[in-house]
């Protein structure tokens, strides 16, 4: 019982509070005395005011999903979306492999290639979000802000496959124009203000 | 006699049985939808009365700790999410603070506030589903609705936060991955204003209950000698008659700083386990009221670093990663090899919703650890229902099962 010495003597006063639960009625005459207590003081009557009020507030928050949707948050995680620069249109992924290297569920798979001038050029780029469990890493250790999550959560499918390719998550060229692309704001998105923190790299050495 | 099962003599457990001592076996379970998940049950019943319990589990096993020593540190947090995924904020603060320990790290006091509230919510919502499933498998349909909703909003709460409702991967070694977001206070204070509410709209529609009293009282008493024994914890261990929390214990976090007290009981039994989560429920709403204020004292401080600054183990900001050259460098190498947290082992208890979670980590100075072992409340509750079911009655088995609070994703890992 050495073990349980720990449990005993202890001054328990402050951190907890003893819960006032009276003692069951044992005798059979005690039993029959709960009972008429608890039929005139009408403790079914109780229940069943509380669920009228309930009722009669009128206060419905049922949705009527497909008719109805409830609004999605800017930090939602559902189906990616490839995001391009707001200067030039271009894309804005390098190809570097850090959202494959990390995914947990390995579901992402990037082929990169020379492009015409030599550079690095991202050749096939596919999700299997049948797979994907969008816990977001890939858009937290993106450096480039490129992959992020969207607000598409419909992706009911035949089949457990299910691949999505760069072309389908990048952001039409037209919607960056027009200033529609939105920057995600859940995980690995730059904190807001946070450029106030930043300090100029000293010029003079 | 052995029987040899084979396509022509196929294999009767229960006749066996039957021919034996006269007691039937019935499998509650694995898809009974009160057995919370996967949980199979084997009983041997003499009529009505449980002779004896064996639970069977395994069910919904995924090697998490086998897992873990072939992933990076960082790697493991969405897996945690899927131990006990009612609360999966919770697990990935247990593997948090671990890692921390073990490499020594200092979270910032913003973070801590952000993590205290978001454990809270965490606690909120298990306790609250807890009541919900409870109460729906005893019969009261009324409660399972009412206090869905309410865990409604808590989630709507959490998916503004991180984005996700159940598995939320809400917190990183090291801090948190983002601020709140900017309504984030004002919805936690709109339900906390309602949650004493209705939290007595559950108490009037249970408490003076006869149906639920009976279901109730005296069923399942677990003594102290049994509880400490079958290394219950969390409000099993507190129904019990041991006043006993981790956060009270070791505080972890800034649970010293905040004022709550613990309720304990010592009757033993599903009533008063009941009482514990209603009466926690309460104290978590103090705490959140009181992290509330700190999280605005944080900010009034301008206090605004989320993550600790450990370029060894933890990447830089986001800016920092995309204007700055070693930030970046070390980002890259930190995603693509992981963190190498020194030699060493740790144990790291915290207090989950259902007990003692506890994360060992032993680590050989390599990317990858090299021995995880979890130590999941539910896992422990649920062995106990090898001794405590025999004796009682059918219908019991479903309020006991209730009670113990068991999480499948958190007994098979
Ligand atoms: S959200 Fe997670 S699982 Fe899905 S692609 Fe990104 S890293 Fe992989
Ligand atoms: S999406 Fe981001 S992390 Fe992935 S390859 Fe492109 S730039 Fe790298």
Known sequence: ?205 | MAQQPNRLRPFFENISYEREDNELVVNFGPQHPSAHGQLRLMLHLQQEQIVKAHPDIGYLHRGMEKMAENMIYNEFMPTTDRMDYIASSSNNYGFALAVEKLIGLEVPRRAKVIRMMILEINRLMSHLFWLATTALDIGAMTIFLYAFREREYLMDIMEGYCGARLTHAAIRIGGVPLDIQPDFLEQLRTFLGKLPQNIKDYEDLLDENRIWRMRMEGVGYISKEMALSWGCTGPMLRASGVAWDIRKEEPYELYDEVEFRVPWSDKGDNFARYRIYMEEMRESAKILYQCIDMYEKCVRDGETELMAHAPKYISAPKLDIMTQNYSLMQHFVLVTQGMRPPVGEVYVPTESPKGELGYYINSQGGPYPYRLKLRAPSFWHTGILTDLLPGHYIPDVVSIIGTTNIVFGEVDR
């Not at chain 1, 639960?21 to 039929?39: A, C, G, L």
């Not at chain 1, 096939?124 to 802000?145: D, F, K, M, Q, T």
């Not at chain 1, 457990?160 to 760069?166: P, T, W």
């Not at chain 1, 995600?184 to 003079?204: C, M, N, S, V």
Request: aromatic share 12%.
């Open chain 1, 1 to 205: 019982m050495s073990k349980q010495e720990m449990f005993k003597d202890r001054n328990i006063s402050e951190d907890y509070f003893f819960l006032d639960i009276e003692d069951y009625p044992t005798t059979p005459w005690e039993k029959f005395k709960r009972v008429v207590k608890r039929s005139l003081k009408g403790e079914l009557f109780v229940g069943l005011w509380v669920v009228l009020r309930e009722m009669i507030k009128f206060d419905i928050h049922t949705v009527q999903y497909p008719e109805e949707k409830l609004p999605i948050g800017p930090r939602y995680r559902a189906v990616h979306e490839m995001k391009r620069l707001w200067e030039s249109g271009t894309e804005r992924c390098i190809g570097c492999g850090l959202c494959e290297k990390i995914c947990i569920s390995k579901c992402i798979r990037i082929e990169t290639r020379y492009d015409e001038n030599q550079r690095k050029e991202v050749g096939e780029y596919s999700i299997n979000l049948g797979r994907c469990i969008y816990c977001g890493y890939c858009a937290e250790v993106c450096p480039e802000l490129a992959i992020t999550h969207g607000g598409e959560y419909e992706n009911a499918s035949e089949q457990r496959e299910h691949f999505i390719l760069y072309e389908d998550m990048l952001t039409p060229i037209d919607d960056v124009l027009n200033k529609k692309q939105r920057e995600f704001q859940g995980f690995g998105a730059i904190t807001p203000h946070e450029d106030e923190r930043l300090k100029k790299t000293p010029l003079a050495y």
